[in-house]
């Protein structure tokens, strides 16, 4: 029995203590204890050693909680990056391929537009040459190289201004 001036926790812990028949009461507590019951958040009494052979002496610890490397959550937002990196890395590949491609088409069109460059250049030296130029003027327009060689005329200064002043009349009467 605790004694008046005893403080409550050590009321309860000498109640503890006793052996289950003393306490009374109306809830009785099996002697033998599940494993189950044995874990908890609390204290433990320090068990005794392994070889005193004592059953309630050898009570099993409680476990650990066994925390999985990476959660299946985790795993499938990981899976399903994967999958967006691979389909993003895809379509560039195939961007690469279809651009390589448009590159290839663009380069031979310009080696064939230089090449019709060039041919052009050809055609137009041909046509602009001077023997070609005669046979044409002969032939289709009738006309025949000079039998004399040009000569060289000669213009006075004062009848360049005579007509100058002429003109500037003409064109004030109107």
Sequence with gaps: MPSSNQNPGQAY??????????????????????????VYSGTMP??????????????????RGTRRAISPFNMIL??????????????????????LIQNNTLEVKHRQLLNDQE???AQI?????LERVEKVATEQLGLKPP?????????????????QHALD???SNR
């Design 13 to 38: 812990a000498e109640r503890a203590m006793q052996p289950d028949d003393a306490v009374g009461g109306t809830i009785s507590i099996p002697r033998v204890r599940e494993a189950r019951d044995l």
């Design 46 to 63: 320090v068990p005794a050693s392994p070889g005193t052979g004592d059953p309630a002496a050898a009570r099993p610890r409680n476990r």
């Design 78 to 99: 990981i899976l399903l990056g994967v999958a967006v990196v691979s389909v993003l890395y895809i379509s560039n590949v195939l961007a690469v391929g279809r651009l």
């Design 119 to 121: 041919l052009l250049r």
């Design 125 to 129: 030296s041909r046509l602009e040459s």
């Design 147 to 163: 039998t004399q060689p040009p000569v060289w005329l000669e213009v006075d200064p004062e009848r360049v201004q005579d007509v």
């Design 169 to 171: 009349q003409h064109q």
